[in-house]
Nanobody, 127 residues
Framework: QVQLVESGGGLVQPGGSLRLSCAAS????????MGWFRQAPGNEREFVAG????????LYADSVKGRFTISRDNAKNTVYLQMDSLKPEDMAVYYC????????????????????GGQGTQVTVSS
């Protein structure tokens, strides 16, 4: 059973920054791509960013490209999401996700190809 524990959310003013962390266990972390998704009230869960199992390839939603950075530390079984220049429309619950397939050669953004194990972390962007 995979466990993903997200942290780092909070309240930030527009233009501010937050760094989310996700600690993973229950699966060989370094063998799986990781992703971040978010869900705002009334909306479907949407892809934010992904990183390949080796960490050499990243993928971003157009809405966050240039503002968010995903990274991973395989020694710590942790994935991060650095969020800069935050906007009110970034406000959502952010979820960490782990690919269902190990050593996937290409990153995918479909929420159905990932497993979720955490409660998410709330990000609120407001002045």
């Amino acid at each position: 059973q995979v466990q993903l524990v997200e942290s780092g959310g909070g309240l930030v003013q527009p233009g501010g920054s937050l760094r989310l962390s996700c600690a993973a266990s229950g699966r060989t972390f370094s063998s799986y791509a990781m992703g971040w998704f978010r869900q705002a009230p009334g909306n479907e869960r949407e892809f934010v960013a992904g990183i390949s199992w080796r960490g050499g390839t990243t993928l971003y939603a157009d809405s966050v490209k240039g503002r968010f950075t995903i990274s991973r530390d395989n020694a710590k079984n942790t994935v991060y999401l650095q969020m800069d220049s935050l906007k009110p429309e970034d406000m959502a619950v952010y979820y960490c996700a782990i690919d269902r397939v190990p050593w996937r050669p290409n990153l995918v953004s479909s929420r159905y190809t990932y497993d979720y194990g955490g409660q998410g972390t709330q990000v609120t962007v407001s002045s």
